[in-house]
DNA sequence: TACCGGTCGTTCAAATTGGAACATCCAGTT
DNA sequence: AACTGGATGTTCCAATTTGAACGACCGGTA
């Protein structure tokens, strides 16, 4: 094995800067979260995940590891999340192993109402500090990394859904109210 | 209030791949170091820190504010590694509110350690994923985000170490044995 | 000297986390 | 049909984290 590879000063700045503005930006987060809307960063992650998945559930694995949170954890948040009545569990009939959490309505409401206040503060305390090459880079490179971490060879399709929600209520496929975006047009 | 200024798509690439990125590597580092060193990633941080400290000695305060970590949170750990024998606390006595974290023999020795492994896994699962623009772009970007959310005017001086460590054993202000620099000349 | 606003580190209770053990269930094999 | 290797989600428990409250202390001031 060879002699460690060091890191140079500015890789020593780069990692310092990572986990510095990551800890300080989550910080602040949270703490307006639950401030504003008494919600810890988790469970606004969780709302925010749901929020724009297919039929607004997920099942409990994909939560899991979307948030790269154990499942114990996972577990223990959506039974918190439950009480409140923010979220609701469903099981799978063709798959009886399978537990969807299900984005209730005052879920999404309150989701609808934390999100451009987070979104801003995010822009504010993050994007605004940063110019577009710097947002680019971001993307990339930490977008690389993360698809290495996570193991990503050649795209396996998610194969997710099987258990389809269908009789419910009414609304189906409703677009993801979230999703707006607004263009910023780039010089 | 203006109508949010949502996130564009590469801004939304962005923020998540930082977010993903940074719980994914936090989570690899944190199981590698539990494993190898029976080590939490907070108490190595501490270490670290400590480590390259001019006397191998941070104020509590000054520590927990670099970690970005709660104080209560911090008197819990120094109270454990003190267990552990890593490290020790020592009281000022031109200030007798100030309590000093002080870096043992047994925790230099630990972190002389786990240093390389650490590191190694840092550049393996993120700057190998990099290009150098990308990490100059992660050092200024990040870094200027951070001293933002600080609130860094005008590098208003540290006026910290007052109470210098005087009459000790033997070592006084001996070179940071971690600080090597390997040149990894760019183009 | 006595007082005051502010800082420091610790203590406390309550909430969260994470891993291991567990019971169930699924798909492919024998 | 019985078996096996792998997933799933939950439970359990010990470790950790958090903010608020607290007591001691500092520096400047009346």
């Not at 396996?156 to 009414?170: L, Y």
Request: with cysteine; net charge negative; charged share 30%.
């Amino acid at each position: 094995m060879g002699h460690t590879r060091w890191l140079n000063e500015e890789e020593k700045r780069a990692w310092s800067a990572f986990t510095n503005a990551h800890a300080l930006l989550y910080r602040r987060i949270e703490q307006r979260l639950k401030r504003d809307f008494g919600l810890s960063g988790l469970q606004y992650e969780i709302l925010a995940r749901l929020g724009d998945a297919p039929n607004r559930e997920l099942r409990m694995a994909e939560l899991a590891g979307a948030l790269v949170n154990s499942k114990s954890g996972l577990t223990y948040q959506i039974g918190q999340m439950e009480k409140s009545g923010w979220v609701r569990r469903r099981s799978c009939p063709s798959d009886e192993r399978a537990v969807y959490a299900v984005l209730d309505d005052a879920g999404m409401a309150l989701l609808e109402r934390a999100a451009p206040g987070h979104v801003e503060l995010v822009r504010e305390l993050l994007f605004d500090a940063l110019s577009p090459e710097q947002v680019r880079a971001l993307a990339d490179g930490l977008g690389e990394a993360g698809r290495r971490m996570t193991g990503v060879p050649g795209e396996a399709d998610p194969v997710r859904g099987d258990c389809a929600a269908s009789a419910e209520g009414g609304v189906a496929a409703a677009d993801h109210p979230l999703s707006r975006r607004e263009h910023q047009g780039p010089p």
